[in-house]
Every structure is written in C-alpha cells, then in structure tokens.
C-alpha cells in the first residue's frame, strides 16, 4: 500500500489528532473533521468533490514523528485532558459569552434596518451560548469526573471497585455529547453563512466589526474544543472503558 493511499484510507479525525499541522490543511479545504471525524479522508473528499492527490501531497510533507510527545496530546492521559478542555475551552466560552451577547445587542440595535439578519444571527448565538451552559456544566460535574475515576482506576488497578458504575455512564453519555456537538456547530455553520463568512459591512461601526471578529474567535476556539474532546479524548475513554 503506498502512502498517500494509507493517508486516504484514514479517518481525518484521527489524521487531525496526530498532527495539528495536517488539522490545517484539512482546514485549508473545508474538511470537516471536527464532528465528522469518523469519515476517512477519503470520503471526505469525495462528499466536497476536492481533487484528491493536491490535499494527499500536502499531508505527506508532514511527519507526525516530528511532534514532540509534550505537545502531541494523543500523549496525553485522559485526566489531563479533561483539566485541559475545562481550563482552556470552557473558561473561554465562560468569560466570551457575556461580552459576545453584549455586543450583538449593539449590532442589533444600531444596524438592524439595514442588516435585519443581525437579529437572527444575535438569537442563533444565545441560543449556541445556552446549550453550551448545559452542556459543560453536564461535563464538569457528571462526565469528565466519572472519565477521571476511570483513569485512576486504570492507574491505581488494587482500588478497583467492581460495583463502579463510572464505565456505564460514561458510554451511556458519549452519543448525547456527539449529538449536542452537532447541533451547536450545525448553528454555528449557519451563523457563518449569514455573516457571509465573518466579513463586516462597508457599514459597520466599531463595535459591530468587533463583534464579526469575536465570532469567527468563537469558532475557531469552538472547533478545537469538539476537535479535542470527539477526536482525542472520547476514543480514548472508550478504550480504556472497554477494559473494565
């Protein structure tokens, strides 16, 4: 099997979790490999009509041996993985969300006659900003405490408890998560096309420029935390699940 046919015969989001460089070039192409990591790369070029060999040639310049293990976070053990995903990604939503509302109120209020779509976009938004709430609070208080009793388990085998259910419901909550992932970013496509790809009107004030730019930060900052948790964290978790 020569290379760039085992590139092809990869799933992307395992392509993305081993190098954050070729995660670029799948982004480069609009390759969705955040929710829909579980496609090979090469049905995802087949379902975009991409030409194969210009993507498969970019990917092979790459060599995951060249990421240290310290930065690689298929290295990383699924404890701090969660402390990660909290520290990093749910912070950030936790401290943007407030501003973000603030500012497409302004938009709103300031432009709606000339851009009526900004009411849309501000109601599509709070709606991503509350489902996220729930969301992470599920996460941080049900699901990640329950991976990292998984993990100690795993580490500390004399303390096994045979009784723990933290195994069951960790599987019982993956397909909800997976789900609840998809649809907010299925909002956040939207909101992308109404924007018309994170471009400000010739109009635009400050603070509605602002808000553009604070939108396309959300995404990018929503599409690694997915990236992370459906990628890298979760197989991880049902790996070690399997065990048990």
Not at 76 to 101: P, R
Request: include cysteine; charge should be neutral; glycine fraction near 4%.
């Amino acid at each position: 099997m020569t290379v760039l046919k085992k590139i092809l015969d990869q799933r992307i989001g395992d392509i993305a979790a081993r190098d954050s460089r070729k995660a670029d070039v799948l982004i480069k192409y609009g390759i969705d490999f955040y929710c829909n990591g579980k496609q090979t790369l090469s049905q995802a070029i087949q379902s975009k009509g991409l030409i194969s060999d210009q993507i498969t040639e970019q990917l092979a310049l790459y060599n995951d041996a060249d990421i240290l293990p310290s930065r690689n976070m298929a290295y990383w053990n699924i404890g701090f993985l969660c402390e990660f995903v909290v520290q990093t990604h749910h912070n950030y939503v936790k401290n943007t969300a407030t501003m973000l509302k603030e500012y497409g109120e302004i938009a709103v209020k300031n432009h709606h006659k000339n851009h009526p779509e900004l009411q849309g976009i501000h109601e599509m938004l709070k709606f991503v900003l509350d489902e996220m709430h729930v969301h992470m609070e599920k996460e941080e208080t049900e699901i990640f405490p329950a991976m990292k009793k998984l993990w100690n388990m795993y580490v500390h085998p004399e303390k096994i408890n045979l009784k723990d259910s933290s195994a069951k419901k960790i599987l019982n909550g993956f397909v909800d998560l997976e789900k609840e992932h998809a649809a907010v970013w299925k909002q956040i496509e939207t909101i992308k096309r109404m924007t018309h790809g994170y471009s400000a009107p010739n109009d635009a004030c400050v603070t509605y420029q602002i808000y553009i730019t604070k939108l396309k930060e959300f995404e990018d900052d929503l599409m690694n935390h997915v990236h992370i948790e459906n990628n890298i964290l979760f197989p991880k978790v049902l790996a070690l699940a399997s065990k048990f």
